[in-house]
């Protein structure tokens, strides 16, 4: 078994007789057969091979057979969106009459499918407080066939004890399905301590430089052959070119999750010290009420850091206008540091009650702490904090 930063680079499509070093781009809709017997055989499942992309195609096979590797994982299914992904992974496995546990802290489009839509098919929820982890056990019901948690969240960077909530699913024979894109397969992997799928947003830290949209989800062989079904039907296929520039991607995601990680550390630190920050949240800084978590679970803490502004809604907002070099901008894990005001933008269709709820107050500001020199990334963020002082 190779390592991760091998694996990364060196799980490749097959050679063609062109010797490339470099994978090319399979931009084609189909493929070939040889004759009527072998079209036969691959529809039939009895033959291995690419029939049709929305079905496979070499770029994403590569992309999956990668992630799993990473995330130590039988199969996957590789998507157009994160958000195709999780919406797959409800729909291949869930029916009417059945029923999901999901952390009340999660994406704010996740919240919306389970609220709005799976309802709409019978599919019950029930949230589950990501502050009071032994309410938990109680809200399983006979009916319920998966938990669906994020950890760290987005944003308010609330952890689970994955090891606590993997035995949890076990013990009651119900799926659990782990969004794993704000640590990265780098940074922590949720099957080794239980978890049965793993979703990932390709649109962040997997890609890395904002460039594409994607998703995959990773997991059990038995689990993903009934996504891979719903969705080679439903074709929310990841196209080959994107899955060439996400398979690219991870040949660096090592290094730059280490980057990320190292600069986001400092900003928190000097975050915590500053006099207009009421409160800083960063999984590695001792002061985040779930530091033994993030170091049972995580090799460090990501690029991420939350952090709430003195004065609210307005000075969160303010603080937006302030910045120099920063971009505004509705991603994250890019190489480029972004600044967003989740109560405003994409928690804004939550009530105010259930934003607090998973702490998302109004003047929570969320850094996606890119790949620029640190210093440079510590001054724009300190002028725009300095224009508060009266
Ligand atoms: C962005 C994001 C998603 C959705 O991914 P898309 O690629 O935008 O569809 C899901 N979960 C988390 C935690 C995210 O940050």
């Given at each position: 078994m190779k390592k991760f930063e091998t694996n990364a680079i060196r799980t490749?499509?097959?050679?063609?007789?062109?010797?490339?070093?470099?994978?090319?781009?399979?931009?084609?809709?189909?493929?070939?057969?040889?004759?009527?017997?072998?079209?036969?055989?691959?529809?039939?499942?009895?033959?291995?091979?690419?029939?049709?992309?929305?079905?496979?195609?070499?770029?994403?096979?590569?992309?999956?057979?990668?992630?799993?590797?990473?995330?130590?994982?039988?199969?996957?299914?590789?998507?157009?969106?994160?958000?195709?992904?999780?919406?797959?992974?409800?729909?291949?496995?869930?029916?009417?009459?059945?029923?999901?546990?999901?952390?009340?802290?999660?994406?704010?489009?996740?919240?919306?499918?389970?609220?709005?839509?799976?309802?709409?098919?019978?599919?019950?929820?029930?949230?589950?407080?990501?502050?009071?982890?032994?309410?938990w056990e109680a809200l399983i019901q006979k009916n319920t066939k998966m938990i669906f948690v994020e950890t760290p969240s987005n944003p308010g960077l609330d952890l689970i004890d994955l090891q606590w909530l993997g035995n949890l699913a076990n013990k009651h024979n119900v799926i659990l399905n782990v969004d794993n894109c704000f640590a990265t397969p780098f940074i922590q992997r949720p099957i080794?301590?239980?978890?049965?799928?793993?979703?990932?947003?390709?649109?962040?830290?997997?890609?890395?430089?904002?460039?594409?949209m994607g998703g995959i989800v990773v997991g059990k062989k038995e689990l993903i052959k009934e996504i891979y079904t719903f969705c080679r039907s439903t074709g929310p296929a990841l196209s080959p070119f994107n899955a060439w520039t996400l398979s690219k991607s991870l040949e660096t995601l090592s290094i730059r999750m280490e980057r990320h990680s190292q600069n986001a550390l400092k900003l928190a630190g000097l975050l915590e010290n500053h006099p207009e920050v009421l409160r800083v949240r960063y999984p590695f800084l001792l002061s985040h009420p779930q530091f033994e978590i993030a170091k049972k679970q995580m090799s460090m803490g990501g690029g991420i850091v939350s952090f709430e502004i003195k004065g609210g809604i307005a000075s969160g907002r303010k603080f937006l206008d302030t910045l120099q070099m920063c971009s505004l901008t509705a991603n994250l894990g890019d190489t480029r540091t972004i600044a967003t005001h989740p109560a405003s933008t994409t928690h804004a269709k939550l009530t105010e009650e259930e934003r607090l709820a998973v702490g998302i107050t109004p003047g929570l500001v969320r850094i996606s702490v890119g790949l620029e020199n640190i210093i440079d990334i510590v001054a724009d963020i300190e002028q725009a904090l300095n224009k508060f002082k009266v």
């Open positions: 490749q499509a097959e050679q063609t007789e062109n010797r490339e070093h470099s994978v090319p781009v399979y931009l084609t809709s189909s493929f070939t057969f040889h004759d009527a017997e072998q079209m036969r055989a691959m529809f039939a499942d009895e033959q291995e091979g690419n029939i049709y992309s929305r079905f496979t195609n070499p770029n994403t096979t590569e992309f999956v057979d990668k992630m799993c590797l990473l995330e130590g994982a039988e199969a996957g299914y590789a998507t157009a969106s994160g958000m195709a992904a999780i919406f797959a992974s409800f729909m291949g496995l869930l029916k009417s009459g059945d029923h999901i546990v999901a952390s009340s802290s999660i994406f704010g489009s996740t919240h919306t499918v389970i609220t709005k839509f799976l309802p709409k098919w019978g599919i019950e929820h029930t949230y589950a407080d990501v502050n009071k982890p032994e309410t080794e301590f239980g978890a049965h799928l793993v979703t990932h947003s390709g649109t962040k830290y997997l890609d890395g430089q904002g460039r594409v």
